[in-house]
């Protein structure tokens, strides 16, 4: 008998810089830490590890949509689970240009 389980996504913060790493945890309706689930963007993935935990970083500004799924198993099956992420420009990217020695 195969029971489902929910995929939960939980990124800590909605916002964060360009370039900046960030932390993804996966965990089912249980609270239990997904191990290999696939978390993915429009262009890259990633898969868990043991703790329900993969990282990853965003070259560009925008809204990213984060997408967690599995693989059933013998015994249980996940429903997807997805949210959205708000990429900004970093602070360095927002300083005016100015060149080496002007004033």
């Keep these: 008998m195969q029971?489902?389980?929910q995929l939960r996504i939980d990124v800590?913060?909605?916002?964060?810089?360009v370039g900046t790493e960030m932390t993804v945890r996966v965990r089912d309706d249980r609270r239990q830490p997904v191990e290999g689930a696939i978390v993915s963007t429009e262009t890259?993935?990633?898969r868990t590890d043991g703790r329900g935990l993969c990282k990853l970083?965003?070259?560009s500004p925008g809204f990213w949509k984060l997408t967690?799924?599995?693989s059933p198993t013998d015994r249980v099956a996940?429903?997807?689970a997805s949210t959205l992420v708000r990429v900004v420009p970093n602070a360095a990217a927002l300083?005016?240009?100015r060149p080496i020695g002007s004033r």
Excluded: H
């Design 3 to 5: 029971i489902t389980r």
């Design 12 to 17: 800590g913060r909605r916002e964060v810089d």
């Design 44 to 46: 890259k993935s990633t």
């Design 57 to 59: 970083q965003f070259g």
């Design 68 to 70: 967690a799924a599995k």
């Design 78 to 80: 996940y429903k997807p």
């Design 95 to 97: 300083r005016p240009y």
